[in-house]
């Protein structure tokens, strides 16, 4: 595990910092409602996404391997999933409108989203694959900690970045085309890995 721990904060850090579903959300909660009340998405994120590469890296992974059904259907829900998503981020509010229902995913909602977004799930069997060394629960779970560490600082600049905007963001009709690019941005965002 010494002679890989390098290359996993690598691939951990490059896949968590790159655009995809978790990504686009958190740039949109950012915007919508602050870094402070979307701790709770990058919390569930991070560690929702731990916890499947140690239930990958226990088995599970092995068994998708070998049943494409089940990739498919996971697939299939994913798009159902992000579709719901951007419908609802691309019908955001601001906060002050008193808007019922808007409110920033909560902590299980993300750590469930884990399971349906595939850039998570691939993200999760390469890393297992690659970098889980023996598949002993020792090294399943040092594959799991160095991607909560290094992803929870990554998807937080994500969420800050957005934040940042949200001075920008206060017209309404500038809110309403940011939700909307970021909308369309998270649906494009399923487009390489469900080829993959």
Request: hydrophobic share 60%; net charge positive; proline share 5%.
């Amino acid at each position: 595990m010494e002679n890989t721990l390098l290359p996993l904060i690598a691939y951990a850090f490059a896949t968590s910092a790159t655009p995809g579903p978790n990504n686009m959300m958190l740039l949109a909660s950012g915007a919508n409602f602050g870094l402070r009340r979307s701790l709770p998405h990058m919390l569930g994120i991070s560690m929702g996404h731990a916890f499947m590469v140690m239930v990958m890296g226990l088995g599970l992974a092995a068994v998708l391997h070998q049943s494409p059904q089940v990739m498919i259907g996971l697939k299939l829900a994913a798009i159902a999933y992000v579709l719901w998503l951007a419908w609802k981020i691309a019908h955001s509010a601001a906060p002050t409108e008193g808007k019922v229902g808007a409110k920033p995913l909560t902590f299980l909602q993300a750590a469930a989203f884990q399971w349906v977004n595939p850039k998570a799930v691939a993200m999760a069997i390469t890393a297992v694959t690659v970098y889980g060394g023996t598949g002993s629960i020792g090294s399943v779970a040092t594959v799991a900690l160095v991607f909560a560490a290094v992803n929870l600082p990554s998807v937080a600049l994500w969420c800050g970045m957005g934040e940042a905007l949200r001075s920008l963001l206060q017209n309404e009709t500038r809110l309403r085309v940011f939700n909307w690019t970021m909308a369309a941005l998270l649906i494009a965002s399923m487009v390489p890995v469900l080829w993959a």
